[in-house]
């Protein structure tokens, strides 16, 4: 039986919740987005968020975006 669900077996929610924002040992991103012990790495899409919304990921998502270049932005060294 596990055989067949792990082979036939699909969801219809879009990815999301599989890569935890946070600051504890599980967490993959620290809360300006960066992935720890990765430098220059970021990672601004569905996966960072805590729960799965309730409606389309789609404007929840935009604004993960928006939020990630806001922060890049402000790291910027204007001269």
Known sequence: MLDYARQYGRSCLHPASTCKMGVDDKAVVDPTLKVHGIDGLRVADASIMPNVVCGNTNAATIMIG??????????????
């Open 66 to 79: 928006e939020k990630a270049a806001d922060l890049i932005l402000s790291e910027q060294k204007i001269p």
